[in-house]
Structure formats: structure tokens, C-alpha cells
């Protein structure tokens, strides 16, 4: 997977991309991520990339000729998926970046102040993502989150990812707690099935707090499952049979 990036502060992404899996997805050559910086494209002297809205009002938008330039030299064959961040985009998902995950190259586009001079999106944009309801300075942190998303669920670039997506449907729900030692820290006590070394009951206890979790916060999530008879039986003996 390529994907390149368009942005007015490339360096925001920089030491993101240089760590964890996203790094080791890169020296893999399993994923190739080049930032670029649209000031490249600008024409004039002051190397503007921006200008006044038509109609008035306060704040910026991003002119069209220095994006039209840039993603003619990035994307010349118009074979790439061109995915524009922003607020009013498709919401962001585990899916979406799942199927995200196929392509061979995507080219994001990060906007900045009141964002794109629509003809940007008219013409240039194939997809529209958020990553979420909530109000950013502009697209670079979204595209950041996004090609993370989609980082390490890139075949191969996460050994563990596939195979705990064979083995259950625990994905779907919300983690179960978590503990390593010691076994008692400041009077609390790590549950003892968890030290039994009985793997049928620990498994057992994972799944239903698991549930437990996802019907306490997530009901929403919950209701869009397919629970079996086994687990509304497990959610009824936690005592969370009001919530199914
Ligand atoms: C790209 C510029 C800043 C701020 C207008 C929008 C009221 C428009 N999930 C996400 N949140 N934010 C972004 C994002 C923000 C961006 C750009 C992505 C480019 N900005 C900006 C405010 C407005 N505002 C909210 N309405 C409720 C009007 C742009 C993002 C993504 N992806």
C-alpha cells in the first residue's frame, strides 16, 4: 500500500510515522507513506496557498490551483482513491479501515483553516471521511489517525491481528480487564481465576466481562450484535438481563 499525503504542516505527521507499527509496517515494505507539502505547488513569489471566500466572511480557504497541480503530479493515471478529511465526511470506522486496508494507493488530503475551495471535491475528491463528531484544526491529526487505522490492519503487518480475528468474536466487543504483576498492588487483588491457570474459566471470565462492559457502556454496540442464547444467559447471571 502507497499512500501519499498532502498537507500545509507536513510535520505534524512526521514522528508518527516513524514509530511503533506504522514504522515497522514501512520497513516491511508493506506500506510506503510520503508527506508532502502542498507550499511545493504554490506559483506565486509569497508561495500563497490560500485565499478570501467568495461571499465574505472570516477565515481562509484553500485555493484550488496549487491542490489541482499537486495531486496532477501525485496521482497522474487518477487511479489512486483521493480521500478528503473532513467534518462532513463518511464517520470513520473498523471497517472502513479494513476495506481502506485493500487498496494499492491513496492519496489524503489535509486541509487547513475554513478547508477546500469546492471544486477540489468536485473534481479531485473520490471519498470524504471524518474521524469523529468533534471540531479539529484541520486535517492532518484526522489523516494521522487514518492511516494508523489502517496500518496495522494491513495484511501482514501485524502478525497477531489476523489470528485473533479467526479465533473469536470478541472483537466486537469492548476489551476485558487486564492485569501483570504483582498479584496484590496497594491492597488490590488481581482476580483469582486469572492466577488458577485454569485457561477454560479464564477464557470464560474474559468473554463475560467482556459483555459486562460492553452492555454497562456501550449498549448501542451491543444491540447491533448477534448475541447466542449463551451469552444473553451470561448476561442475565451478571445481572445485566434488563439491558437484552
Ligand atoms: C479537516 C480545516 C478546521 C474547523 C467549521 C465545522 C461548525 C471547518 N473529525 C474531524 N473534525 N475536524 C476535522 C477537520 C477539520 C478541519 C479540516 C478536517 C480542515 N478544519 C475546521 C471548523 C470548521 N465548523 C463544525 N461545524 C459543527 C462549522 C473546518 C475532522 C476530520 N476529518
Same mark, same amino acid.
Given at each position: 500500500?502507497?499512500?501519499?499525503?498532502?498537507?500545509?504542516?507536513?510535520?505534524?505527521?512526521?514522528?508518527?510515522?516513524?514509530?511503533?507499527?506504522?514504522?515497522?509496517?514501512?520497513?516491511?515494505?508493506?506500506?510506503?507513506?510520503?508527506?508532502?507539502?502542498?507550499?511545493?505547488?504554490?506559483?506565486?513569489?509569497? &508561495?500563497?496557498?490560500?485565499?478570501?471566500?467568495?461571499?465574505?466572511?472570516?477565515?481562509?480557504?484553500?485555493?484550488? !490551483?496549487?491542490?489541482?497541480?499537486?495531486?496532477?503530479?501525485?496521482?497522474?493515471?487518477?487511479?489512486?482513491?483521493?480521500?478528503?478529511?473532513?467534518?462532513?465526511?463518511?464517520?470513520?470506522?473498523?471497517?472502513?479501515?479494513?476495506?481502506?486496508?485493500? /487498496?494499492?494507493?491513496?492519496?489524503?488530503?489535509? !486541509?487547513?483553516?475554513?478547508?477546500?475551495?469546492?471544486?477540489?471535491?468536485?473534481?479531485?475528491?473520490?471519498?470524504?471521511?471524518?474521524? !469523529?463528531?468533534?471540531?479539529?484544526?484541520?486535517?492532518?491529526?484526522?489523516?494521522?489517525?487514518?492511516? $494508523?487505522?489502517?496500518?496495522?490492519?494491513?495484511?501482514?503487518?501485524?502478525?497477531?491481528?489476523?489470528?485473533?480475528?479467526? $479465533?473469536?468474536?470478541?472483537?466486537?466487543?469492548?476489551?476485558?480487564?487486564?492485569?501483570?504483576?504483582?498479584?496484590?498492588? /496497594? !491492597?488490590?487483588?488481581?482476580?483469582?481465576?486469572?492466577?488458577?491457570?485454569?485457561?477454560?474459566?479464564?477464557? &470464560?471470565?474474559?468473554?463475560?466481562?467482556?459483555?459486562?462492559?460492553?452492555?454497562?457502556?456501550?449498549?448501542?454496540?451491543?444491540?447491533?450484535?448477534?448475541?447466542?442464547?449463551?451469552?444473553?444467559?451470561?448476561? &442475565?447471571?451478571?445481572?445485566?438481563?434488563?439491558? &437484552?
Amino acid at each position: 500500500m502507497k499512500i501519499d499525503v498532502l498537507a500545509l504542516f507536513p510535520e505534524i505527521l512526521a514522528p508518527a510515522l516513524q514509530t511503533g507499527i506504522l514504522r515497522r509496517a514501512q520497513e516491511a515494505d508493506k506500506l510506503a507513506v510520503n508527506v508532502h507539502n502542498l507550499r511545493d505547488w504554490a506559483t506565486d513569489k509569497h &508561495k500563497s496557498v490560500d485565499d478570501y471566500p467568495y461571499g465574505g466572511g472570516a477565515g481562509m480557504i484553500l485555493k484550488p !490551483g496549487p491542490i489541482f497541480s499537486a495531486l496532477a503530479d501525485l496521482n497522474p493515471g487518477q487511479t489512486a482513491h483521493v480521500i478528503y478529511l473532513t467534518p462532513q465526511g463518511t464517520p470513520l470506522t473498523q471497517a472502513l479501515a479494513e476495506s481502506l486496508s485493500l /487498496e494499492t494507493h491513496l492519496i489524503l488530503l489535509c !486541509g487547513r483553516y475554513k478547508g477546500v475551495d469546492e471544486r477540489v471535491r468536485d473534481r479531485l475528491v473520490t471519498t470524504e471521511i471524518s474521524i !469523529g463528531d468533534y471540531v479539529l484544526s484541520g486535517g492532518e491529526i484526522a489523516a494521522l489517525v487514518l492511516i $494508523d487505522a489502517i496500518g496495522r490492519v494491513l495484511p501482514g503487518a501485524l502478525g497477531d491481528y489476523e489470528s485473533a480475528q479467526v $479465533d473469536s468474536f470478541s472483537h466486537e466487543l469492548l476489551d476485558h480487564p487486564h492485569y501483570t504483576r504483582p498479584a496484590e498492588f /496497594e !491492597g488490590m487483588q488481581v482476580p483469582e481465576v486469572l492466577l488458577s491457570g485454569h485457561h477454560d474459566n479464564i477464557e &470464560k471470565w474474559r468473554y463475560t466481562e467482556a459483555l459486562r462492559r460492553t452492555a454497562q457502556r456501550r449498549p448501542a454496540l451491543l444491540q447491533k450484535l448477534e448475541l447466542t442464547a449463551e451469552d444473553i444467559a451470561i448476561l &442475565k447471571a451478571a445481572g445485566l438481563t434488563e439491558l &437484552k
